[in-house]
């Protein structure tokens, strides 16, 4: 069988005597072993998204001594997540999820290096966030920002281990540029508002942290021995009626995204309404600035509001007892509004625009 990519030209590493009482179990694992923690030491893996996939994968991953971890995220911490999203307590609600998750897994493991980046995931960005590290995990929450992982994925020759849970199901696939079918030659088409969203009919936390739990050993797998379990399958999990499915996976030749068929250009909307939560309307502005100047935003918020909270990647702002924003260091923001009120799109761009005085039209 020929081995994946990200199992090799690894970095050269030595494990500390700390290195080896820390993983012991792991070392006398025959999965792992001695040359396997060198290895998962020297690794890099981004994970994107912080929400009821990402969270339990980082927790594993950093607990298990993976080198550098970047982990991604446009959103802030709300009560509704406190139920299956494990870096987060009730004190880090309103906070960004990167910020609060990056605390967490550093006292976890502080040997483990935590790149923290609050952003929106779009066409602009991503082949930045994974140029360089060795593999992708997902724990994304809508099938757009997949399809710009897959893509990118698919340039740049990262393995991406696709995941998405909802109710009681999940699935989960190893895909391999240029060895296995991408997410479009199975997926293909989908919109996200067509699909099933945790906040209209749930997600058990069970199915998360297995579906996580899988995604991570598929992970190690890939960087002890390049030898993924799902390479080129679709495991299905049914927790519900305790089933679990093993598909095998056809490439389409006709793909856009890797075959031979024309690519479908994929919709980023700028302005995203997403689901209510905690009383409130929420709205994504996805956006990103390369080099945003935060102190000059920090004047034009003190004009119209105040500022709540100032942290490394964002400023929490409050306009009026109805209307409070989150505003990212990457130049996206995340506005509030109580009473579940609906504001127009050009009412959220012009906040925005007199916020971080770029301009969006």
């Not at 006709?254 to 302005?271: H, Y």
């Amino acid at each position: 069988m020929k081995k994946c990519e990200a199992s090799a030209n690894w970095r050269e590493i030595v494990l500390t005597e700390d290195d080896i009482d820390r993983y012991a179990r792991q070392l006398v694992l025959r999965d792992i072993g001695l040359r396997g923690q060198e290895r998962l030491k020297s690794s890099r893996v981004a994970i994107l998204g912080m929400g009821g996939l990402g969270t339990p994968a980082a927790l594993l991953l950093t607990r298990m001594g993976i080198g550098f971890i970047r982990i991604v995220d446009r959103d802030i911490v709300s009560e509704t997540d406190l139920h299956r999203q494990v870096l987060f307590n009730l004190d880090d609600v309103g906070l960004p999820k990167v910020e609060v998750a990056k605390a967490s897994l550093t006292k976890m493991n502080p040997d483990v290096e935590i790149d923290a980046i609050a952003t929106p995931i779009l066409n602009e960005n991503i082949d930045k966030l994974i140029e360089d590290v060795d593999l992708i995990i997902d724990g994304l929450d809508n099938i757009r920002t997949r399809y710009i992982t897959n893509r990118a994925a698919l340039r740049m020759g990262k393995p991406y281990i696709f995941s998405a849970a909802v109710e009681m199901f999940s699935i989960v696939s190893t895909i391999i540029p240029g060895e296995t079918p991408c997410l479009e030659c199975f997926y293909s088409g989908l919109r996200d508002e067509f699909l099933p969203r945790c906040a209209t009919v749930g997600v058990h936390p069970s199915i998360t942290f297995l579906t996580a739990a899988i995604s991570v050993s598929e992970a190690t797998k890939l960087i002890v021995s390049g030898e993924p379990s799902l390479k080129g399958k679709l495991l299905f999990t049914d927790l519900r009626s305790m089933d679990f499915s093993l598909l095998e996976l056809k490439r389409d030749e006709n793909c856009g995204a890797c075959g031979k068929g024309l690519a479908t250009e994929i919709e980023q909307p700028l302005v995203e309404l997403g689901c209510a939560r905690d009383g409130k309307s929420v709205y994504f502005i996805n956006k990103f600035i390369d080099g945003f100047c935060m102190d000059e935003a920090v004047a034009n918020i003190s004009k119209i509001g105040s500022i709540m909270r100032r942290g490394d990647q964002f400023i929490k702002f409050k306009i009026d007892d109805s209307l409070q924003g989150t505003l990212f260091k990457s130049g996206s923001m995340l506005i509030e509004v109580s009473g579940m009120a609906i504001l127009d799109e050009e009412e959220i761009i012009g906040i925005y625009e007199r916020i971080s005085k770029a301009r969006l039209h």
